[in-house]
């Protein structure tokens, strides 16, 4: 199981365009279109399961909120900061 990183580490690792909440870091993508999030909280979906590692998806009309946390670990491990690079690879 990934360890739990300290405040310290998360302030380091976070990507640009990420914050924190709590025990998740958070991300809002925008979009001009509906089905362009929808498209894209498809491909973050894809991502998260092929890594066993699943987000908080919420889709809204013109932007998607992406959700990172460990449960097991009780916090944020390098697993979620890895999965928000791969994420904002997929917006790019």
Not at 16 to 31: H, L
Request: glycine share 8%; net charge negative; aromatic share 8%.
């Amino acid at each position: 199981m990934p360890e739990r990183l300290d405040d310290d580490e998360i302030d380091r690792q976070l990507p640009d365009g990420w914050k924190r909440d709590g025990d998740e870091i958070v991300r809002v993508y925008p979009f001009d279109d509906y089905l362009d999030g929808v498209t894209f909280a498809t491909r973050v979906g894809e991502v998260a399961d092929e890594e066993f590692h699943h987000p908080e998806i919420r889709i809204r009309y013109d932007e998607v909120e992406v959700r990172l946390t460990s449960h097991e670990a009780g916090g944020v491990t390098g697993t979620d900061i890895r999965l928000a690079n791969l994420f904002d690879d997929e917006r790019r």
